[in-house]
């Protein structure tokens, strides 16, 4: 039997980020993929590309979640943008009501189309009920600062600290992204699950941000985790997952790209 892996995550229409990528990355890596939607994103072309918002009714989340769970053994969940309270209210129950052995958070905190009010509630929500929940979690630069609570990460040494502080915090494995945000030609991760350190480490694709980089990131260790691998050796497969996404990136009439999965091989 395939190992199915569920996205709890929105969509995002153009492909390039959410559900779309979630999907793509778990049936690259020879998972079953499902996906139940939280809100749905749409870039607006005569707006910047500004992100128009609509969450998904919590019930109707709940609904999916239900579905999917009957119809499949899962023990993997990857979690991405949740999007308001009150859906994060929805996904907190129903995480509760079942016994996922993985649930791994992307921590998508803020979204251009959302009030900065309403985002920081989503925020605070985010950490009060998803995180304690998680088992994983992959914050980027942004979000590990907000995670950690440190004021300041500018070496791979700071975000070593910050992972090992979002760890003692929320009891949960840590994969902090450097990225392109910090200096140097690799782009590092960190990986602290209360053991390891582990840095991971792959030569920087230019220093732009890709679209979906990090959907992808988390999407991947999902599958790896769904097909039976450690934290680690997950987090390691995600990382080339991601690189090869990059490398392989596809562009439109959108200022920015997009990952593609497609050309990953084990
Ligand atoms: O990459 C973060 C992200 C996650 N999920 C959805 C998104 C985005 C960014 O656009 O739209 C649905």
């Known amino acids: 039997m395939t ?3 569920l996205a709890i995550a929105g969509s995002e229409a153009t492909g390039g980020a959410g559900a779309q990528t979630d999907l793509k990355t778990f049936h690259q890596l020879g998972t079953f993929g499902t996906a139940a939607l939280t809100c749905i994103v749409s870039f607006d072309p005569k707006n910047d590309w500004g992100h128009r918002f609509v969450p998904v009714e919590p019930q109707v989340i709940r609904d999916q979640i239900e579905a999917t769970t009957a119809v499949h053994d899962i023990d993997t ?3 991405g ?4 309270p009150a859906t994060i209210d929805a996904v907190a129950a129903s995480l509760a ?3 996922f052995t993985n649930v791994v958070l992307d921590p998508v905190l803020i979204c251009k189309g959302q009030e900065p009010g309403a985002a920081l509630d989503t925020d605070n929500a985010l950490k009060e009920k998803i995180l304690p929940l998680a088992t994983f979690v992959t914050p980027n630069h942004f979000e ?3 995670l950690s609570g440190m004021e300041s990460i500018e070496t791979v040494e700071d975000l070593t600290e910050a992972a090992k502080r979002i760890h003692d915090t929320y009891d949960v494995t840590v994969l902090a ?3 392109v945000v910090l200096p140097g030609v690799d782009a590092v991760d960190v990986f602290y699950d209360g053991e390891q350190i582990v840095q991971l480490s792959s030569p920087k694709i230019g220093e732009e941000r890709v679209s979906g980089a990090g959907c992808t990131l988390a999407a991947a260790v999902t599958a790896e985790l769904a097909k039976g691998a450690s934290e680690l050796e997950a987090a390691r497969t995600a990382k080339a997952v991601v ?7 596809q562009g439109g009439h959108a200022p920015f790209e997009a990952v593609y999965q497609g050309a990953y091989r084990a």
């Open 144 to 146: 590990t600062l907000s």
């Open 177 to 179: 992204k450097g990225g």
């Open 81 to 84: 943008m949740l999007g308001t």
């Open 243 to 249: 690189t090869s996404s990059i490398e392989n990136r």
């Open 3 to 5: 190992h199915v892996a």
């Open 77 to 79: 969940v990857k979690i």
């Open 97 to 99: 009501e079942r016994d």
